[in-house]
């Protein structure tokens, strides 16, 4: 494989392998059998985000808070299927799908086309949740699993929270929602309880855990687990860790979670606004002129963070869907916010646009 030659060749330490897809294809597995250290889970671990019917399966049987639901393979199934559910209804394709492939159907017709337009194919129906959304991380490496950070992100790519879901459009961290109280109740109940079944089945799970959360009535409930760092929920977290990052992850890979300082925050706010080209999520702009970037970087607190651009002739130019993500850090999110998005009024990119609405409701819980 050639990312362990490179490893090789390169004599590099560690390797951290970030999306979901290489997971599920097993370079993790392909960098451990050649003893070279790897931050990110096995193919066997990975199909925590790969495989929606293998989670809620795993769930099922450890006793995992989670929606209920049924797995079906064919669409005649999942219409059977749905005369088990009440409305609003979640129907899900099985398998990656770039955050697609959800519908929270709130008629049933709305169900009904969702499996139409789904097609035979493993599926999975599910309970509706009713409650705030929240994302706990959690380092895991195998034994021992701890608490990282927690964050808010923004999927739909209007203001208000309309149109069509997104990667994200923004994000900040932490989620004040997400309390001390249901933290450590989500790391108990969910995240602990997960990478102990994951180890006993002969598969342990080592990297970081997203955990989407459904804060409800009854408490916190597993909605989905994702085997990386959102995005653009790490460009929110990542500023806020205390102390040496690569030691953190360093420790996963080796194992020896349980012997280290557990991670710090530094106890800031992060506010994170993605900068995407025209069209997004659509068929995006490619190739607009982005100028100013250091203006932008020189608003305090602020990081820029590059997605997809690249050099061009002409200087730096968008190549991609979500182009940038601009991070605020300060004492409050309302200064974070604030520095954020003076640093994106600087941004010249006509090609671009950004939501201004970026944390909303957290913004008004803190003037409440
Ligand atoms: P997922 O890809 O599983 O994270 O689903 C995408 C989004 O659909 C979630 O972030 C939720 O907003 C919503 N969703 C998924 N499952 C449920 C559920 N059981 N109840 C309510 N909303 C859900
Ligand atoms: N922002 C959501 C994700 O990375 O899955």
Redesign the pocket.
Known sequence: MAVVEAARTNTIDLVVVGPEAPLVAGVADALRAAGIAVFGPNAAAAQLEGS?GFTKDLCRANAIPT?DYERVDTAREARAALDNFGIPV?I?ADGLAA?KG?T?AITRDEAEAAIEAAGDGPMVI????QGE?ASLFALVDGETALFLASAQDH?RVGEGDTGPNTGGMGAYAPAPVLSDELRAQAMDEIVRPTAEAMARNGTPFSGVLYA?L?LTDEGPKL??YNVRFGDPECEAIMPLIDGDFAELLHAVAEGRLAEIEPPQLTGEHAMTVVVAAQGYPGTPTSGGLIREIEAAEQVEGVTVFHAGTALGDRGLVAKGGRVLAVTGVAETFANARARAYRALDQIDFADGFHRRDIGWRELARESA
Do not use: Q, S, T, Y
């Open positions: 929606k929606a979640v899900k955050g959800v929270v599910e309970e509706f949740l959304e999927k989407g459904m909605i989905e």
